[in-house]
């Protein structure tokens, strides 16, 4: 036999049980809510990106007086498309030709390692005093020829200048290097020294390599 007491806390946790599920409902109704305007905007984006409804052209062409005038400069292509070309490959006899062949597949554009993460420069001739006394210039291709060759057929050349990573230079001259707090050399994991990126003489010797 239930008494007054007990029906009154029955419907009490009724009541509560209730106000829970209402409360559950609701949150489950605005997390919908939500997702239904996240989809709605990523398929009103993927419409415009398909149509071109309201997107603004995109221009690569550089703008008037900022490419600097030069005889070896080539026009820059719209899209580029090419591959990265270290200096040890490019003693390979053929590799650069094998490369420039693939233009009629639709390639534009050779990335070419001037300086490398080994502190290499791929050249000697014309090459900084700096990389010729230390061991760092290579003799992995003739850079003029190479820049004519490529050109001539057409294609976007870049220079790939890799500027603070130096395991070389850094050795040569510590004193162009990052150090520890201890006074010694800092290395990556790998056991690769730096150049000092606050070095007025560790920019002018990566400025030296790229106007060669």
């Not at 559950?24 to 990106?49: E, K, N, Y």
């Not at 420039?100 to 090459?127: Q, Y």
């Not at 004519?148 to 040569?172: C, M, N, Q």
């Amino acid at each position: 036999m239930a008494t007054a007491t007990n029906i009154e806390v029955g419907e009490l946790k009724a009541l509560r049980r209730e106000a829970r599920r209402r409360q559950v409902r609701r949150r489950r109704l605005a997390a919908l809510g939500v997702l239904a305007a996240v989809a709605a905007v990523a398929l009103f984006g993927i419409v415009q990106l398909l149509t071109g409804a309201g997107a603004a052209a995109v221009s690569l062409t550089p703008l008037p007086g900022m490419t600097v005038a030069s005889a070896f400069r080539t026009p820059l292509p719209e899209e580029i498309r090419g591959v990265h070309v270290t200096g040890p490959l490019m003693t390979l006899p053929g590799k650069l030709d094998s490369f420039l062949a693939l233009r009629r597949d639709g390639l534009n554009t050779i990335e070419l390692d001037v300086k490398d993460e080994s502190g290499n420069v791929a050249f000697t001739k014309g090459a900084p005093a700096l990389a010729l006394h230390d061991g760092a210039a290579r003799s992995y291709y003739d850079l003029a020829e190479v820049v004519h060759k490529v050109h001539k057929a057409g294609v976007y050349l870049i220079g790939r200048v890799v500027t603070f990573e130096d395991p070389i230079t850094s050795v040569a001259h510590p004193e162009l290097a990052i150090h520890k707090s201890d006074g010694s050399l800092w290395h990556t994991n790998g056991g690769l020294g730096w150049l000092n990126p606050y070095s007025h003489a560790a920019w002018r010797y990566d400025v030296d390599v790229a106007v060669a």
